[in-house]
């Protein structure tokens, strides 16, 4: 049977994540951009943007957690949790983003709004990756820190480092 530390996978360096991040998540946003044109067609904007962040934020974490991470396995309810957070801090980049374009042109276009919001979630997305790679999907630190535990405090290492180069010292008084 595989057990999770078997499925854990070696951390992808930080230009194959955001690679890997820019393809999953640039994938979802293009595609919600899309449905949030079109499900504002029906509903008001920020409703439709609001939703489709939730269902793409829920699918992008998954990607993230099994892709671009490298995390081994499913997204954990406590990294859905985290990466809503940041979806949350990336809706209210876009929101603003489209109340701007709305104050400075009376009837933008759908090419214009498309560019603004896309260019909003570019932005917010940069912010993003490195949320999710320094908190949401940073290697497990009950891992790191047994092995910490294992390893030599820096002061014993200097010791031990200063009598092999000067066995004398040891025998030395300050």
């Known amino acids: 049977m595989e057990t999770a530390q078997s499925r854990q996978q070696a951390a992808p360096s930080a230009f194959t994540a955001f690679a890997r991040f820019v393809l999953c998540g640039g994938g979802v946003g293009l595609a919600s951009s899309f449905a949030v044109a079109a499900l504002a067609s029906w509903i008001p904007w920020a409703l439709a943007n609001a939703l489709i962040t939730v269902t793409s934020t829920l699918l992008a974490t998954e ?64 912010a993003r990756f490195a949320v999710l790679r320094l908190v949401v999907f940073a290697r497990n630190r009950s891992q790191i820190a047994a092995t910490a535990g294992t390893a030599r405090p820096v002061h014993a290492t200097v010791a031990r480092a200063a009598a092999l180069a000067d066995p004398a010292a040891l025998c030395r008084t300050a």
């Open 63 to 126: 990607l993230h957690a099994r892709f671009t991470f490298g995390a081994g396995g499913r997204a954990t309810w406590r990294q859905h949790a985290q990466s809503a957070g940041s979806a949350a801090a990336a809706y209210a980049v876009t929101c603003v983003a489209m109340l701007v374009l709305q104050q400075l042109v009376a009837e933008p276009g759908a090419v214009l709004e498309q560019v603004v919001y896309l260019s909003a979630s570019a932005l917010a997305g940069v």
